[in-house]
């Protein structure tokens, strides 16, 4: 299928005419590797799918263009688009794996290479008259080699395209772990702004009924239990605070730039968007496009392509051909061709059929289980996706503004001392715990999205929702028409 | 010095004229005065004044005082700003003031126009027991729709009571009571010439709702004079010299210490009928007891407004908790900043005591339907009271129709002065 495989197709029936000498000439001009050729169809396929940019570094002028480009994307705070173009440009392990194409693109080049023929050459010394030398030349090219080299040839370029969809499931792996890490460090960013929040709370509460026990009106008990809850919360926000790092960490060593230097994510999750794209569209799209599920499809075909030839080349005599020199002590030098045949007696390639039938039908079942993972996984993060969103949606549109409320009616009931001040700061302290709720509801959400990104293949667009502020700070002068005079 | 309607009273009694009973009503200056009761009594007594409420009308049939309640679904405004949904009679809570004379006979006709069954009993009413309205026990209950008679003649004088006996403590809790005020038939001696009616109760209506709860039989956060708490609360308005009757009745879960300010008095009657003199205490404060009456008599003799108030004191705030954080004393600088931090708007309260309450509650937004806890303003500032409060307003002139004369004014040199700032 690809454009080699082609040439070497047509060039065959000529190889076999112009006979040895000319095709050991074009062999060997055919011996030089491009270990890049194969990488734009990588490219092309992330570009598809993800509209990102990929770079294979090998030490080009472009590599410098491309640092830059990534250090400008540094310098902002990263959405989840840019951490993942950062991944995908500086990540090493992706790098480490484009050298696959390398190889593969050496397979190919190989397969278009004839065996090097085989000079033996013998030389005998008489030890009696008459004197001369005795010598013996036999200039010989494997011949099945030479009939089947364009067959090899279409089922290596075949395997650079398995590759290629390989490398390309890789990249798209990478961005979805990259998105995944993404979610974690933004929300455990966001989880620990709003803990303080609860723990201040908290805290405000202990003091106060500090005060209240030096007046002398609550007791030591009470006292010690608002200090243990303080002292918990406190504790919590700890244990959130020591998530972060190794978050960073994780998504610093997928972006390839390391935990350190001065990369930084927003503070607060993006709200969850208020519509989706047409998921069965894409979900149908998903069949075609999963770049694992193609080079599944790309191996079985290889594997069938190969089956096929080892079905030919095994009753193909296994022959060598060449030309026999000898030079006899007479001194009449000998020539004609020689031939050697390999006779099928023991092997009869059976074994090697066998093992290359059992691959083709492993292929074929994994290419069947294959198809199975990718609906089950569209499924199942379509129905994530589905319920996150419902649920982010209930804490955006009813508990929030409920807990809102119930602070805003508790302050009136405070207001005419129908309500302490201690029952107030539990007011606000449910209103922030309903906050990080849905703070984990909304990272859920995110999640469940890059998972189906990730089953779907595609980067889904985002509709921009007006996000509410989720970091537990009361919204400015939202509570301001309460506020009295004379104070 | 008699005034204009007992004048009025005097003369439709010598008349003896159904008829004329009906001109009075006409000529009534005030709806929350009483109807002359002649021609049953012998000497016409002065009406009784039901503050924020009034008397029951009749029509004499046959010889009988006919009266009519329609036992109902209410709503009373405690005071502006809070309206609650009660249960009461013809049209309010407590229902209207029955008066008659001892000797009458009384007919009193009951509709029901409840969601449930009611029936009356006539509290501390000498009466055949098949007229003592305890539905299951004297009489099946009157069914919603449904109007039934009570009839029976008065052999007694004194203040009672009317309340149901049919799910009594729902039907009270949510204020179906009124009085019922039998005047004697022999002229009291010494006469009264203003005769006041105060029904006492004690309501939980939790902050930010309307209907009273009946399940609560402690922590009541509301406590009123004839269902009307103070500033609401109608002064008593009387006229220098004249000798003043209080009749109090509570049908509250509560006891109440009534206390007035300026006079000694005497408890002169109880729902057990007067009290011989040798028995009246001189006293200042007198104890309401749950389900009796009261009635005191003194000469308001000294001028001024004298206050008219339950002792327990926190029967004279309006809708206080009593589960709450105790603020005073507690220095809250450094965390009040903090709290408002979190609370914009918050303000430390209470430090220094609940006075600022009731400035702090003009500015500051409470529940719907709820009142501030302390309220009124007088001539020199904040009153700082509600619930079981009033003002016995004495005046050497007064108006025709007693109407509200106003803030007292303190003659030259006999109101405390402030000697240092």
Not at chain 1, 187 to 193: D, F, I
Not at chain 1, 317 to 331: K, L, M, N, T, W
């Amino acid at each position: 299928m690809s454009r080699s495989s082609l040439d070497h197709r047509r060039a065959t029936p000529v190889a076999l005419r112009l006979g040895l000498a000319a095709l050991l000439a074009a062999a060997t001009a055919c011996g030089h590797v491009r270990p890049e050729a194969a990488f734009p169809g990588v490219r092309d396929a992330v570009v598809a799918r993800l509209d990102q940019r990929v770079h294979w570094r090998r030490g080009t002028a472009e590599d410098a263009a491309v640092d830059a480009a990534v250090d400008d994307l540094l310098a902002q705070p990263l959405d989840v688009d840019a951490a993942v173009q950062v991944a995908l440009l500086r990540n090493p392990s992706l790098q480490a794996t484009y050298e696959d194409l390398g190889v593969a693109q050496a397979d190919l080049v190989q397969a278009g290479l004839l065996r090097n023929p085989v000079l033996t050459g013998a030389f005998r010394f008489p030890d009696r008259s008459p004197s001369g030398t005795n010598i013996e030349m036999d200039l010989a090219q494997e011949f099945v080699n030479l009939v089947f080299l364009p067959a090899r040839t279409r089922i290596a370029a075949a395997q650079v395209v398995e590759v290629q969809h390989r490398v390309a499931a890789e990249v798209l792996d990478l961005a979805a772990e990259v998105r995944a890490a993404y979610w974690d460090l933004v929300a455990a960013h966001n989880t620990v702004a709003v803990l303080r929040t609860v723990a201040e709370v908290a805290d405000v509460s202990r003091a106060l009924t500090e005060r209240l026990h030096e007046a002398g009106n609550v007791s030591e008990l009470q006292l010690a239990s608002e200090t243990a809850l303080a002292t918990e919360l406190e504790l919590e926000v700890a244990r959130a605070e020591a998530e972060i790092a190794p978050a960073r960490e994780r998504l610093g060593r997928l972006l390839g730039v390391g935990a350190g230097g001065g990369w930084s994510v927003p503070a607060q999750l993006p709200a969850v968007p208020e519509a989706e794209p047409d998921l069965p569209a894409l979900e149908e799209a998903a069949y075609t496009q999963r770049p694992d599920l193609l080079a599944v499809q790309q191996e079985v075909a290889v594997l069938r392509d190969a089956l096929g030839l080892q079905q030919v080349t095994r009753w193909f005599p296994i022959a060598d051909v060449g030309v026999a020199v000898e030079h006899e002590r007479e001194g009449t030098w000998l020539v004609g061709p020689s031939l050697s045949l390999v006779l099928p007696i023991f092997d009869q390639g059976n074994a090697e059929r066998g093992r290359l039938e059992s691959q083709l039908r492993q292929s074929e079942a994994r290419l069947a289980a294959r198809g199975l993972d990718v609906r089950a996984e569209v499924g199942a993060a379509r129905a994530r996706v589905a319920s996150a969103r419902a649920i982010a949606g209930r804490y955006r549109t009813a508990l929030l503004p409920l807990r809102a409320r119930v602070v805003a009616l508790s302050i009136e009931h405070y207001n005419y001392m129908l309500l302490g001040p201690l029952a107030l700061l539990q007011a606000k302290q449910a209103e922030v715990e309903a906050l990080r709720g849905y703070i984990e509801a909304v990272r859920d959400f995110w999640l469940a999205r890059t998972a189906l990104e990730r089953a779907l293949a595609a980067r889904l667009p985002v509709a921009v929702a007006a996000a509410p502020a989720t970091d537990g700070a009361p919204a400015a002068d939202a509570h301001r028409h309460h506020h009295h005079g004379g104070h | 010095m008699a005034t204009r309607r007992q004048l009025l009273g005097s003369f439709l009694a010598a008349a003896g004229a159904s008829l004329g009973h009906r001109l009075a009503r006409a000529a009534e200056p005030l709806p929350t005065t009483s109807t002359t009761l002649a021609p049953g009594a012998a000497v016409a007594p002065p009406p009784v004044v039901t503050p924020d409420g009034a008397s029951l009308p009749f029509e004499w049939k046959d010889g009988v005082k006919e009266f009519h309640l329609t036992a109902e679904p209410v709503w009373r405004e405690f005071a502006p700003g809070m309206r609650v949904k009660c249960w009461g009679y013809n049209g309010t809570t407590p229902g209207p003031t029955i008066e008659a004379v001892e000797g009458d006979r009384v007919r009193i006709l009951v509709t029901n126009k409840l969601p449930e069954r009611t029936s009356i009993h006539w509290h501390g009413v000498l009466l055949p027991p098949g007229m003592d309205g305890v539905s299951g026990l004297t009489q099946p209950a009157i069914m919603p729709g449904e109007t039934w008679a009570y009839e029976f003649t008065l052999r007694q004088h004194g203040t009672q009571m009317y309340h149901p006996h049919a799910d009594e403590m729902l039907q009270m809790a949510v204020g179906m009571m009124g009085l019922f005020v039998i005047h004697p038939r022999e002229a009291a001696t010494p006469p009264v010439d203003r005769d006041f009616a105060i029904m006492l109760h004690a309501w939980a209506i939790h902050p930010g709702t309307y209907r009273p709860d009946p399940a609560v039989m402690l922590d009541f956060n509301m406590f009123t004079f004839n269902s009307k708490v103070f500033p609401a609360t109608a002064p008593l308005v009387v006229k220098t010299g004249q000798r003043v009757r209080i009749r109090f009745g509570n049908l509250s879960m509560d006891e109440h210490p009534m206390h007035l300010h300026g006079f000694k008095f005497r408890v002169t009657g109880t729902d057990g009928g007067p009290v011989p003199a040798s028995a009246q205490l001189p006293e200042t404060t007198t104890l309401v007891p749950v389900g009796a009456t009261r009635d005191i008599e003194f000469v308001a003799d000294v001028p001024g407004d004298w206050v008219l108030h339950c002792h327990k004191s926190h029967h004279t705030m309006n809708a206080m908790a009593h589960d709450i954080e105790n603020t005073l004393g507690a220095d809250q600088r450094g965390v009040e900043e903090r709290i408002q931090a979190l609370l914009p708007g918050y303000m430390g309260m209470g430090q220094r005591g609940m006075s600022e309450m009731q400035d702090m509650a003009q500015h500051m937004k409470g529940p719907k339907n709820t009142l501030p806890m302390m309220a009124g303003k007088g001539p020199f500032g904040n009153i700082e009271m509600g619930g079981m409060f009033t003002i016995v307003k004495v005046r050497d002139e007064v108006s025709a129709d007693y109407a509200d004369p106003g803030w007292y004014e303190h003659p030259e040199g006999t109101r405390a002065w402030k000697v240092r700032a």
